[in-house]
């Protein structure tokens, strides 16, 4: 069982910055995939940014050059440095990871995320 933590969260003004981590209780270096998603109130939870295990890296096109997802696996931590933020990225915002080799998936409890004037 691991359990994923958020922090970092808060409000902002629109062009602002903040940064995520997600600290897991547990080792992340045999996480095959680890995610930061988010939602808000009437809609699905959406994929924000992804990494492998391999440090390969994806975003949803609507954060592509302005959110950088990166993970230490010696502090078993994930990030999300948020740049340019703007009113439509508010959210509460979820670290996911998920292991292969246990078929094993874990959410963290969220954190918000609020961009406004």
């Known amino acids: 069982q691991v359990q994923l933590v958020e922090s970092g969260g808060g409000s902002v003004q629109p062009g602002g910055s903040l940064r995520l981590s997600c600290a897991a209780s547990?080792?992340?270096?045999?996480?095959?995939?680890m995610g930061w998603y988010r939602q808000t109130p009437g809609n699905e939870r959406e994929l924000v940014a992804g990494?492998?295990?391999?440090?390969?890296?994806n975003y949803a096109d609507s954060v592509k050059g302005r959110f950088t997802i990166s993970r230490d696996n010696a502090k078993n931590t994930v990030y999300l440095q948020m740049n340019s933020l703007k009113a439509e990225d508010t959210a509460v915002y979820y670290c996911?990871?998920?292991?292969?080799?246990?078929?094993?998936?874990?959410w963290g409890q969220g954190t918000q995320v609020t961009v406004s004037s």
């Open positions: 990494i492998t295990r391999g440090g390969t890296t």
């Open positions: 547990g080792s992340i270096s045999s996480a095959n995939f």
């Open positions: 996911y990871a998920r292991f292969s080799m246990t078929n094993s998936n874990y």
